[in-house]
C-alpha cells in the first residue's frame, strides 16, 4: 500500500482539515443555538464552545490555504507540448473530454472560489463569541448572525468538500514521492 | 460609552456594547462580497485576471482571494476602532451582512456568473 506526496497532501486537505471541519459544524451550530437560546448558565459549554470554534477557523484556514497553495497548482499545472498522458496535469485531462470537461468548468471554477467564503464566516463566529461568550443570547441580532454565519461556512465547505471528493475520484492529484505504507503479505 | 449605547445596554442587559459583533459582522460581510466582486471581474475581464495572478503556480486565485482577506482585515479593524465602545444598529447591519453573504454565494456560483 503506497500514496504519493501529492495524494497525501490532498488526503490532509480534504480528509484531515475539510472533514474535521465539517464534523465540527454540525456541533458548533447545536451548541450555539443551545448556548444563546436557552436559558442554561453552563459557563463550561460556553469555553468548550469557544476552544470548538476557535479550532474550526484554524482548520478551515488549513483548509483553503493547503488547497490553494500546495493542492490548486498541482490540479492545474501546465503540461510540457507533446505530452499524451494527462494523468498528472488533473485540469487538462477533465478539459479533454466532453464527458468531463463540466468538473472542471463547473466543480472546480465553483470550489475554488466558494471555498474562500468559510474561514471568514467561521473567523467572524468565533472572534463575536470569544468576545460575547454566553452574553451572545442578550444580543438577539448578533446570535443570529452568528449562527448564520456559521450555517454560511458549513455550507460553502461542503460544496467545496463535496466537489473536491469527486474531482478527486476523476481526476486525482498524482505524482512526487511515493511513500509505502505497508506491503502486503504473500499468500 | 455614550448615552445611545448605555440605553442599549440597559435594553438587552449586556455588560457589552454590540459594536464588537457589529465591526466584525459588517467587515465577514464586505470582505466575502468582495470575493464576489472579484471572481465575476476576473471571469469577465481577461486583463483583471492577468493582474491577479501574483502567485503564478495558483493562478488569479491567489489575487482575487489575497485582496478579498486584505479588504476583510481592513474594514474589520476600522470598524472595530470605530464601533467597539457603542452600540450600533445592529439589526439594520445584521440583514446588510446576510444580503453581502447572499450575492457573495451568487458571485461565486459560475452559471450565474456565465449568465451576467
Known sequence: MEITSRGLWTLLHGMGFGALFLLGCSAAMLELWRVCWSNDNDTRSDTALKWLLSIMAVLAWFAVLTGTYMV??????????????????PQLLL?????????????????????????????????????YGSDLKRHRSLRSVVLGFVFV???????AGVWGAMLNKYAPTNGGRTHTLTLAEEK | MNATSTSNAAKTGSAKTNGAGAAATLAAGLGSFTLGILTVAGDKFPAFRSAMNFYRPTGPLSGVSILAITVWIITWLLLHALWSHRDVAMKRIAIAAFLLLAASLLF??????DAI
Open chain 1, 72 to 89: 490548486y497548482p498541482w490540479y492545474r499545472a501546465v503540461a510540457p507540448v507533446g505530452t499524451h498522458d494527462l494523468v498528472l496535469y
Open chain 2, 108 to 113: 461565486t456560483f459560475p452559471p450565474f456568473i
Open chain 1, 153 to 159: 461556512a458549513f455550507v460553502s465547505a461542503a460544496i
Open chain 1, 95 to 131: 478539459r479533454s473530454s466532453p464527458q468531463t470537461v463540466l468538473w472542471h468548468t463547473l466543480g472546480m471554477e465553483w470550489k475554488e472560489h466558494v471555498a474562500w467564503l468559510c474561514p471568514i464566516a467561521i473567523t467572524m463566529a468565533a472572534a463575536t463569541f470569544n468576545h
